[in-house]
């Protein structure tokens, strides 16, 4: 290959300097800063033995840039990391790219564990109880709740996560990895994950989230997370639930209460005779009446709950919370539809790439959102008011143009997971909401 002739114009830089030097990533390194990077790669022993084309660090916002332009080639995405940052520091030119081989081997030798630290230090609960419907009443209100994402259709993906069957007795297209997830409400960020196999029941994958819950949160749950021992694992945790249960569980009325509420209990053993562990719940009972959907009155919904007084949170207050777990499924859709982009799939080709890929998307999303969240702080509007494809592209700009994204308002402090079981949940160190109830949002 013959060496670059510079052109009328172009002026060498003082010193020279290597790829990694051109890279600022905009709305990423506001949420996920270099020096945390750093630590968590020193924490899962990546760091740098020498110095290389592609360092550790650069790697890791690479696979977070490949979650945030799906739909670019390898190369491409490299470039939009450094496009704009080249006259800005001097140069007038772009830097040599790697050859897409080179960004394979150096994902390979970063490996899963630091974006999954990473995602698992960074992205906490963003809501403030001045955050419309991040709180009820005295509750940060999140929601439980897992999807499936396509993966790329090579062997190793199929034998490792397997596909979902049709009905017809055919698998699935592509190969699919299965994510449960605890989100926040208010604001939609995803603060806790577990991924495995498509074949990998939900329930499993829950019970890895009961360290993400905390005292001072309200968890919502669909009925099919409703059983022994997830739900006593949930409870354990010092958080308190509203889920729905199933439509065959026995719910023996024990006392009833003035707002049509009453209480009840789950009998955790296969022999309920032995009564080996009895968990203590309130049921609270009601149907929907829609006009518009007739039908609708004839479900009669059952939620269990594990805060016992009525006085704290009343049943009618309840019911219409429960509207809320719904917000993951919005979640879902704009990490799925939007984020990723329809009919796209996760591209890597191995195993271990896609579940680095998984914790890449996830970790974009959460920025993305801390983004919406300053922005309706600023505004003071609801940051479900804010354009979610807008900021995506926003997003997208401050990758390309190396613009950095200091917040106006420091997002709420990093939580390590050690400190999971602080009594508050609250980065304050209080919960209590001034504005009552959040379920006519």
């Given at each position: ?302 939620l269990l709950t594990t805060i016992l007084d009525p006085g704290r ?21 704009e990490l799925k539809t939007h984020q990723r982009g329809p009919r796209v ?97």
């Amino acid at each position: 290959m013959l060496p670059a002739v510079p052109r009328a114009g172009w002026v060498k830089p003082q010193t020279d300097r290597r790829l990694s030097d051109h890279v600022a990533l905009g709305v990423l390194t506001r949420t996920f800063p270099p020096a945390l990077v750093d630590a968590v790669l020193a924490d899962t022993g990546r760091a740098e033995q020498r110095t290389r084309l592609l360092p550790a660090r650069l790697v890791v916002y690479y696979v977070m840039a490949l979650a945030l332009f799906a739909q670019a080639s390898y190369e491409e995405v490299m470039r939009n990391l450094t496009e704009g940052l080249a006259f800005a520091d001097g140069w007038r030119r772009e830097p040599a790219m790697p050859s897409k081989s080179a960004i394979f081997q150096a994902r390979a030798r970063l490996g899963v564990a630091p974006l999954e630290v990473l995602f698992d230090r960074a992205c906490v609960p963003l809501g403030t109880p001045d955050t419309p419907g991040a709180f009820y009443r005295s509750w940060r209100v999140v929601s439980l709740d897992g999807t499936t994402i396509d993966v790329a259709d090579t062997e190793a993906n199929a034998a490792s996560f397997g596909r979902a069957g049709t009905g017809r007795g055919e698998g699935s297209a592509f190969p699919q990895v299965r994510v449960v997830a605890l989100g926040e409400c208010g604001t939609r960020a995803i603060f806790a994950a577990a991924m495995a196999s498509y074949h990998t029941g939900e329930v499993t994958l829950a019970k890895q989230l009961t360290g993400g819950l905390r005292p001072g949160m309200l968890c919502l749950a669909d009925r099919g997370f409703t059983a022994h021992p997830l739900f006593t694992a949930a409870a354990a945790s010092g958080a308190d639930l509203l889920w729905r249960a199933k439509g065959s569980a026995v719910l023996p009325v024990l006392e009833r209460f003035p707002d049509g509420s009453f209480r009840s209990e789950l009998v955790a053993t296969p022999d309920k005779r032995a009564r080996e562990q009895v968990t203590a719940v309130r049921v609270v009972e009601y149907a929907v009446e829609d006009p518009g959907r007739p039908q609708a009155g004839e479900t009669r919904y059952r939620l269990l709950t594990t805060i016992l007084d009525p006085g704290r949170a009343p049943a009618d207050e309840l019911a219409a919370l429960y509207a809320q777990r719904w917000e993951i499924e919005s979640t879902f859709d704009e990490l799925k539809t939007h984020q990723r982009g329809p009919r796209v799939m996760l591209r890597s080709r191995t195993p271990e790439g896609v579940r680095q890929e998984a914790y890449g998307v996830l970790c974009v999303h959460y920025a993305i959102r801390a983004l919406m969240r300053a922005a309706g702080d600023d505004a003071g509007v609801d940051p479900d008011r804010v354009s979610f494809t807008r900021s995506l592209r926003a997003a997208r700009r401050s990758v390309r143009t190396q613009q950095g994204t200091a917040p106006r308002r420091s997002p709420p402090p990093s939580w390590p997971r050690s400190a999971r079981s602080a009594p508050s949940c609250c980065p304050s160190g209080g919960c209590a909401s001034p504005r009552g109830s959040s379920s006519a949002r």
